[in-house]
């Protein structure tokens, strides 16, 4: 091979945005970070919980709500006191039973970020000088879907829009006191309903999706002090680019914002008269361009009410073009495939490049679209596929330790030119390296290779690997101890071993790249190190342990739909995302995968529809200026056809002064899922115990809170809770029991880095199923309470709680843990079940493994099948199902997921309640 050299790129970043100013942005970024992402100020970390008070110490004493600690950086400070999640910390130790040698947590939690400042007042809409201020987009042909609706009459929003503000229907909620050890069977029989807003009934309509846009508490405490009182965590989870099946998208020359803080005009603005409107999060009054009263449909001036802004609480704008700095980029993608000895011999290879070739028409794009090929062993193989040429080129590089490109026009195609050649690559790479020895991986030089191809456009880098990179830049060396896993006070070895990929991640991600995983490995891989290149590039990880094409079908399967998905999903290029709130609240401490540009605003190279994100919040002053408190999500982003669009989520709560409405507002299932988030991040800057600990404190604080507001006869005898916050201690014990928390010695390291990474990235109702799956009874199924799905009957079987206690010995279940359904056959089942399901005449004749259902022209085989797929159908990836019986050696996969049950000298339900009663009681 010729050519000059380019440089390796080993050099860590200097932190700032080095590269081209994308179209994302109408100017380049100002206060840029200049390093990796640290520790931000002026707001509580995520080492906070909510609670916790901000700025000056002369504001009280730091909270240290269980002191979870922040992703952006290491605590400055140890930590003093157990804590809690709002006001002073208490003193004493409050260890959790199992483990009496632990150390108190000690020290204030790190100050974190504030939210994003206002534009000055006097800004104008359309681009601006300083930060991107959400200014994207291409102007194209489309008309707005439900213009229709235009025609409405505009009374129908006149008092919502104008009067809602003051006519709160504020109730007491459900906050009735409930002695938990005297009603342990709290698991409702029908999926957990989020709490519904206190708001009028003219909001009450415009409310966001809850699976889109949620608060853990939908009534805002007024001021912190409140929010310290109740000991709840204060915090937004968002699913901000969810698959949807109804989205108005507006095609406008006129994007209406307010010119202080630059909220997009929304539902729950106040229209002062025809011509201005109030901003709800800042109150400052706007002018109202004459084009926002324009109709389309009567081609005449009406009431603002009736524009679909008005009336969705969730809208696309496909931005105009004066909105744009440079064109949109296309649609780019890079394959990397090790072909090393262990990844031939798992025969992933065949696999991938089969459902590739499947889907290659379906990928996201239009007649830009540019593809590419690496493949890597211990050299980098590069594949020039430009049109014109009878068959691909292959060229080898074996100088990693000074990358540099050959062909550097030629290895990028346009799909469309060069699709044959691209057919005829993907068809002869599993023989081309059927028989290849190598057995070293150049993972870190082959991505250096990916940051010099894709930088000057962008787009997504698709990795696969299947062993320890082991050869130039990058290389990692195995550090897990089988003796450690029962180590009761920490689990090493949670975070990375070098920070090359997380400097890899940020360099990409300046330059709008983002790196995918897929790993498939049978022996440790390192995930907490090469997760890292994911994490701070907008990617995700995809993990299949013991992947063999034969040993493991399930696991065949399971890639197969996954990467089936992945390739024809919806994705977004060059994106950030910014979340505004009502004046007096801070957003700081952001979760997620993604990189901090600056303090409020999120880069992500690319976005799909599959990744969730949390954000802490604090009361920074008090929410005095209204009864409402809003905030606003917008996500700027490329589409694969080239249009700038801006996706708009705004979310409306009422304020309160009162403790019972904050707790009637808790939201059981958010809180849940942000404390596991925080309890990650306390994982990794401290040890797995003290989120241990963390989390049970969380439980004690907030119910020892609620029993000060009951009077003597209220509080009574026993462990006392508000009925909306029921679920907090079995959602909590099953939060130590699940993969990522749990002290056992038969989670190997590799698994509870990817489950903890699993709960920092999926959205909210994935999350919960991680933490606390869903058991249902099926050996009964009947079209009683059945719901019709796509012209099929659905059964509906109620939830049972995850104990023992709970199955029959002649039952049949199915348990539902979000990547995986389990159907555990108890012996005595009924022979005619055994017979209509599957097709066999008794217990023993089940065949094992299982992982498909026979389809039988029967009801019970009709009923059970079609609920099966239900399920599936309503998660985006895919979930195997494995068929379990009684006396499986597999059977651990689906008793270890009994919560309530004691397990490995972890308590039981009952004896958890009872730990929580005597420290609630001191």
Known sequence: MSGPPTGAMTGPPTGAMTGPPTGAMSGPPTGAPTGPPGPQTGAPTMGQFPGQPVGSPTMGPPTNMANLTSMSGPPTQDMQGRGGVGGGGLTGKRAYPQYPNQTPMSGPPLPGQ????????????????????????????????????????????????????GKLNIQQGDTRPLNLLQNRHVLPSTPVEPPKPNLSPEYRKLVCNPDIFRTTLTSIPQTQQLLNKSKLP???????????????????????????????????????????????????????????????????????????????????????????????QPATYLFMFDVCF????????SVACQVLLEELDKLPGDARTMIGFVTFDSTLHFYNLQEGLSRPS???????????????????????????????????????????????????????????????????????????????????????????????????????????????????????????????????IDIASLSCVSKFSGGCVNY?????????????????????????????FEAVMRIRCTKGLSIHTFHGNFFVRSTDLLSLPNINPDAGFAMQMSIEDSLNDSPLACFQAALLYTSSKGERRIRVHTLCLPVTNQLSEVYAGADTQGIVSLLSRM???????????????????????????????????????????????RLLPLYTLAMLKCTAFKLSSSVRLDERVFAMDMLKYHPMIYTMLMIHPTLYPVH????????????????????????????????????????????????????NFIQSVFDVPDFQSIGEPMHELPELDNAVSDRLRNFIQYLEEKRPFHAPLHVIREDSRMRILFLRHLVEDRSESVMSYYEFLQHLQKEVGK
């Open 114 to 165: 504030m939210a994003g400042q206002p534009q000055p007042a006097g800004s104008q809409p359309g681009p601006t000088a300083g930060v991107p201020n959400d200014t994207y987009g291409q102007q194209r042909p489309q008309q707005i879907p439900n213009a229709q609706s235009y025609a409405q009459s505009p009374n129908q929003y006149e008092n919502s829009l104008s009067g809602g503000m």
């Open 394 to 524: 292959m060229m080898v590089v074996s100088d990693i330790d000074d990358i540099f490109l050959p062909c550097p026009n030629d290895l990028l195609v346009n799909l469309q030119e060069s699709k044959e050649l691209i057919q005829e690559l993907l068809t002869q790479l599993p023989s081309m390296f059927s028989g290849n020895k190598e057995t070293q991986s150049a993972l870190g030089p082959a991505l250096q290779s990916a940051l010099k191809l894709m930088s000057p456009i962008g787009g997504r880098v698709t990795v696969f690997q299947s062993s320890l990179p082991s050869h130039g830049p990058g290389t990692l060396k195995s550090r897990e101890d089988m003796s450690q896993r029962t180590n009761s006070k920490d689990i090493p070895n949670l975070g990375p071993a070098t920070d090359f990929y997380k400097k890899m991640s940020l360099d990409c991600s300046a330059q709008q790249i983002s790196v995918d995983l897929f790993l498939f490995a049978n022996n440790y």
């Open 780 to 831: 009964e199924l009947s079209d009683e309470g059945a719901i019709s799905h796509d012209d099929q009957t659905i059964p509906q079987p109620p939830i049972l709680s995850l104990s023992s206690e709970h199955l029959f010995k002649n039952g049949a279940y199915l348990m539902d843990r979000g990547d995986a359904l389990y159907l555990y056959i108890n012996r005595e089942v009924s022979p």
């Open 544 to 572: 299949y342990p013991a992947f063999h094409t034969v040993r493991t079908p399930a696991e065949v399967e399971r890639f197969e739909n996954d990467f089936r998905r992945y390739l024809t999903r919806k994705i977004g």
């Open 679 to 725: 309890a990650v991040d306390r994982t990794l800057t401290a040890t797995i115990v003290d989120a241990r600990d963390a989390l049970v404190n969380v439980c004690i604080d907030s119910l020892s809170a609620f029993k000060t507001t009951l009077s003597s006869g209220q509080a009574g005898v026993g462990l006392i809770g508000p009925n909306s916050l």
């Open 234 to 328: 204060l915090g937004i989870l968002i699913h901000p680019f969810k698959d949807l099946t109804h989205l108005p998208v507006i095609q406008s020359s006129v994007i209406v914002r307010c010119r202080s803080c630059r909220t997009y005009i929304n539902p729950f603005v106040q229209f002062v008269d025809h011509r201005r409107w109030k901003c709800n999060l800042c109150y400052r009054i706007n002018d109202l361009p004459d084009e926002f009263n324009f109709d389309p449909v009567t081609r005449t001036y009406g009431e603002p009410q009736r524009r679909p802004e008005i009336k969705s609480s969730t809208i696309e704008f496909i931005a105009p073009s004066e909105y744009m700095l440079r064109p949109p």
């Open 342 to 349: 262990n990844a031939v011999e798992s025969g992933y290879l």
